[in-house]
Structures are given as C-alpha cells and as structure tokens.
C-alpha cells in the first residue's frame, strides 16, 4: 500500500473512478475543501467519474442533496445509489406488494416507480400489521439505538418478513455528529433471525448498476477503475470483493483511529493496525480527497 498526498499522484493510472460520496465527498453538510477540484481536474483531462453511493434516495435525490452540500456539476459524470437498486428489486416484487416503510418521510421517493422497469409491480405502504415485507430506508431518529425496532423485528421475524435495506451502512458522521443508517437496522434484524436484502456497497447490485451507467459514457475494463472510499465494510469490501483498486480515505469514518488530522494524513503505523483490524488491504491510502 503506498500512501500519496493528492489524487493526481496515481490518476493517469485509471480511466473512471467509483467515489462514495459521504465520508468522502462531503459531510453531510458541505463538501470537502479539495474535493471538487480534484474531481473536476481529473475529469478535465479525461476521466470519468461515478458517484457510487449508498444513499437510499434515487438517483435525482441525490443531485438536489449535491448541490445544497456545494458539490460541482464538474465534478462528476453520473451517480450510482444504492437506493436505485434496491427500488429497482422492490418494484420487481422482492419483498411483496403490500410494503411497511421503515424510515423518514423524506425518503418517500424511494416510492416512486422506477423509469427503467416496463412492468412494475404495484407497491402499496402499509402498516406493519398489514405488511408482506420491510423497505428500510433507515431509522427514523438516526441518533435513537437501534434497539428500540426490537417489538417491530420480532412481530415481522415472526411473520416471516423480508426486509430490504436501502442503505447497508452502519453509521455516517453528519458534520461532527454520528448517525445510524439502515444497515443497523438490516443487521439488527438479521441477529435477530430476520432475512435482510442488501443492494448497496459492498453488495453486487450496486457495482454492476454503476457499471452499467459507466459504460453509458465510455467502454472502460476493471482494471482501469479506481474504487475511492472510507467505509471498511463497505466501500473497501465492495472494491475488494470487485477486484477494483482501492484509495482509502483515512479521514472518514477512521479520522481517528488513524490519527488522520483535517486536510492532513494518517499515521502510518495507526494505519497499518486499522487495516489489519478491519482486514483491508488497499491499493493506496490518503487523508482526505483532494
């Protein structure tokens, strides 16, 4: 693993990119110093560029979510999320017709019937009396613990009820606060005898829509697609699991672990135990994208 200070120092390397967006590109709030020039400079000389996000919104969602957080049009060419697989398999009938959504209000698009499907089944929202299966699209008080779901889990586990996570994280920082996603829920059920869907990173549905959407704009291979994230489990196992390079962002979810200051890198030797601890083996590593 070679740790480099700028984006640039191994760009010419790869012909597109699978950014994750969160920990990454932004914050939750605003968009990393760097960030947009980094990707607007790559793709200025030629380099593609895939949000590839674990979002649970569609794919439009997460423009108007960019826009507020202050990330360039520039800096990207399309965006894959995790929330456009998952719908995409809802409205195909994956976890019945009649649906209980766990999550805010305001992922109520998630709802809306995908523009690519020709025959989509019809969803109806339902309470979870009444429900065939589960759409998480995550808590809705991303700081309550999980574990106040434990009533609902067990009455849907009884029933047999699948559920389909929209976003398999665990948890975001949102600026300095940490959040639950819906991948603590879908795990949360899963401990408890549930059967969870995933379609997000690190699973294959999201990887294969991102590519789907790269070879939109260019026929690009594998081997010249560089993986960028800071999630262990997702973005890192994704890209592994892929066989894709790997930069890892040290100065996400592993800022401290890593010892990694704003805009600055990690410790090498803090890395290598943060590596080893979540046994991930990347092609680089920086502190933050720029």
């Known amino acids: 693993m070679q740790i480099i200070t700028a984006l640039s120092d191994v760009s010419a390397c790869y012909d597109a990119l699978f950014?994750?967006?969160?920990?990454?590109?932004?914050d939750g709030v605003r968009v990393y110093p760097g960030a947009n020039e980094a990707l607007s400079a790559y793709r200025a000389q030629g380099g593609k560029v895939i949000f590839v996000t674990n979002s649970p919104r569609p794919?439009?969602?997460?423009v108007q979510q960019l826009e507020i957080f202050g990330v360039s049009p520039d800096a990207y060419d399309d965006i894959a999320t995790s929330g456009d697989s998952a719908r995409v398999?809802?409205?195909?009938?994956?976890?019945g017709t009649k649906v209980w959504h766990l999550?805010?209000?305001?992922?109520?698009?998630?709802?809306?019937t995908p523009a690519v499907l020709d025959d989509p089944v019809a969803i109806e929202r339902v309470p979870l009396e009444?429900?065939?299966?589960?759409?998480?699209t995550g808590p809705v008080d991303p700081q309550a613990d999980p574990s106040v779901l434990r009533p609902q889990f067990l009455a849907a586990k009884t029933r047999g009820l699948k559920l389909l996570c929209a976003n398999p994280d665990i948890v975001v920082d949102r600026g300095n606060v940490r959040e639950w996603c819906a991948g603590a829920l879908a795990e949360l059920y899963t401990e408890m005898g549930g059967e969870s869907l995933y379609f997000g990173k690190p699973h294959a549905p999201i990887y294969d829509l991102a590519r789907r959407r790269l070879s939109q704009?260019?026929?690009?291979?594998?081997?010249?697609?560089l993986a960028i994230g800071d999630g262990p489990a997702t973005d890192a196992a994704g890209a592994m699991g892929e066989d894709l390079d790997l930069?890892?962002?040290?100065?996400?979810?592993g800022a401290e672990e890593t010892g990694t200051p704003l805009l600055g890198n990690p410790d090498a030797a803090l890395l290598q135990t943060y590596l080893a601890r979540h046994g991930v083996?990347?092609?680089y590593a920086i502190g933050s994208l720029r």
């Open 281 to 283: 083996v990347p092609t």
């Open 217 to 225: 704009i260019a026929d690009i291979p594998d081997s010249a697609i």
């Open 247 to 253: 930069l890892f962002i040290t100065g996400g979810l």
């Open 103 to 112: 999550g805010p209000e305001h992922d109520a698009g998630f709802f809306e």
């Open 89 to 95: 398999a809802m409205f195909r009938g994956a976890v």
């Open 130 to 136: 009444e429900a065939e299966g589960i759409a998480c």
């Open 19 to 26: 950014v994750d967006l969160w920990g990454c590109v932004h």
């Open 59 to 62: 794919r439009a969602g997460v």
